[in-house]
């Protein structure tokens, strides 16, 4: 599956966003999804999951309360709501694929097979 994650850009701190992860190919349905990012001189942190069938989400303790990570299946597509953004959330954001159904698979970079290019996004104190 490819991917293309979309949305991105520049806003002030409280501010949101939502970002879409636009995916092509029939099997969409078949893998997760997981949200990454990675700031300027850091590493690629996960952010959020969502199971094929969207019975299971999983947020890094940064983000939740904040970032709800949903799906449109019929419509190929993911999406990342982020509300009341920080300057810390900067960074550039990456949509994944996974063919895991194991939920500890899906917290680490390692189990995504198919990466789209980032967006980035930015905020502003």
């Known amino acids: 599956v490819q991917l293309q994650a979309s949305g991105g850009g520049l806003v002030q701190a409280g501010a949101f966003l939502r970002l879409s992860c636009a995916a092509s190919?029939?099997?969409?349905?078949?893998?997760?999804i997981g949200w990454f990012r990675q700031a300027p001189g850091k590493e690629r942190e996960f952010v959020a999951t969502i199971k094929w069938d969207g019975t299971y989400t999983y947020y890094v303790d940064s983000v939740k309360g904040r970032f709800t990570i949903s799906r449109d299946n019929a419509k190929n597509t993911g999406y990342l709501q982020m509300n009341s953004l920080k300057p810390e959330d900067t960074a550039v954001y990456y949509c994944a694929a996974s063919r895991y159904t194991y939920s500890a698979y899906l917290k680490d970079s390692l189990g995504y097979d198919s990466w789209g290019p980032g967006t980035l996004v930015t905020v502003s104190s």
């Open positions: 190919g029939r099997t969409f349905s078949r893998y997760a």
